[in-house]
């Protein structure tokens, strides 16, 4: 069975989130990745947040952590790589699927840059879902831009329903099928003409099909590309709404400031219009 609410991004806001929409009694899911890995993790003492000045930020998302799953939220670690509205909304986080009614979105700022072309051949080569995409290139070449720690594994999954992969990164991957080329590489771009024909490495081209680009987060806007945004940042309203109906957002990929304080406070206004969007919907 579905939950109420699904929270993209185990962070300040999704954690705040979770907590708020607990305590009205919604089902709430967390999607995220690695809490040790969260921005907020590598912060090493956080002195600005009232009432709990000096901890580390890992002790201080490591808190907030414990207080949503003491409240009974459910969580799935890993990356969501697709997001689809169909009855609520449905997201994949690898093969596996889970829906919700109303959507928190609460993913941080995505830092990586788009490669040249890669949003222009979105779609016409380029995915950022092996899972989803992975049979269109059955008997063909590819390449998977490994960027994140479980790419070689996607590209293990590609090579057994038979495409024919090559891997590009700047570091040797771990776990890597070795009956998968492995390129050394940069400086890349995505070439085509109608649809994606090569990835540019490093100034050579290596002809594919179809180009996996595998980071660690995936900008909410591919994820649901009608979501509005303003300077880069998803647009939202006081009541934390985005243009999107049942989407909500909350946290850094609001805006400025990006600190804890303002996500936090993001995150429990963001639960707050769900379960009411929910109360509505459902009464
Ligand atoms: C080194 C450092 C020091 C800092 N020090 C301070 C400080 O002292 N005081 C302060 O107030 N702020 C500080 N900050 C800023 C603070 O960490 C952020 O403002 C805060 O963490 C934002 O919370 P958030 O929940 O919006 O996003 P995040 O904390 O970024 O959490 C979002 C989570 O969602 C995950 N995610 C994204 N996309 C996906 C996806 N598709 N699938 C699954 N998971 C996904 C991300 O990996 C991440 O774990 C610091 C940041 C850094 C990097």
Redesign the pocket.
Known sequence: MGHDIIV????????AAAVAARGRGKTVLV?????Q????A????????LGLPGQT?AEL?GTFRAHAEELGTDFVT????SLMAWNGFMVT?VSQVYDGQALIL?????RQAKYPGEAEFLGRGVSYCATCDGMLYRNRPVTVVGRSKDAPLEANYLQSIGCQVTYVSAREPEGLDPAIPWVRAGKLAVKGDQTVTALEADGADLPCAGVFILR???A?TD?LPDLETEGGFIRVDRRMATNLEGVFA????TGL???????VG??HVAALSACEYLDRKQP
């Open positions: 993209l991004g185990g962070g300040p806001a999704g954690l999607i995220g990745n690695p809490w890995d969260s921005p907020l590598r912060a090493e003492r956080v002195d600005n947040y930020g998302v890993g990356r969501a790589i986080v609460a993913p941080g700022v995505v660690e987060a995936v909410p994820l909350a946290g850094d990929c400031p990006l600190q804890v304080a303002k996500a993001e995150g």
